[in-house]
């Protein structure tokens, strides 16, 4: 497996991310999803990598530059067929890594509260990630937590 930053043309990455939404359409009411789509993280100040096993994406997460200094985790996600094999941990490992070589000082995410999380929200606590407020433009929303770190 390899970690390669993706331009988000090809059209296995885009099945993930539809996935993705779906997952998170299902379980999160609409005003309290902040996944992104593909138009969404075709911009900028957005960093996208993909993890991919025999050319195909089994993975995937990005980062947002907020500031000069502080990036958002955005579109964390491993296909259901991948899961349990420490590729998330991997890739944060890397999205880690990258943020720091970018010179981010500070990462923070939004994911959400319910049960369907936890196993998410257990990645970022073991990778250092402790909760805090929202910030950038979120809200306080029952449906989301808010975590950060220092790189």
Known sequence: M???VDDLSGPKIAHLLTEHL???RAITPLESKHALDLDGLRTPDITFWSVLDDNTPVACGA???LDETH???KSMRTATTHRG???AARLLDHILTESRRMGFTRLSLETGSADFFTPARTLY???GFTYCEPFADY???PHSVFLTRTL
């Open 2 to 4: 390899r970690i390669i």
């Open 22 to 24: 779906a997952d998170m």
């Open 63 to 65: 980062i947002k530059r």
């Open 71 to 73: 990036a958002e985790l």
């Open 85 to 87: 094999r420490g590729i």
């Open 125 to 127: 606590e073991r990778a």
């Open 139 to 141: 809200r306080p929303d």
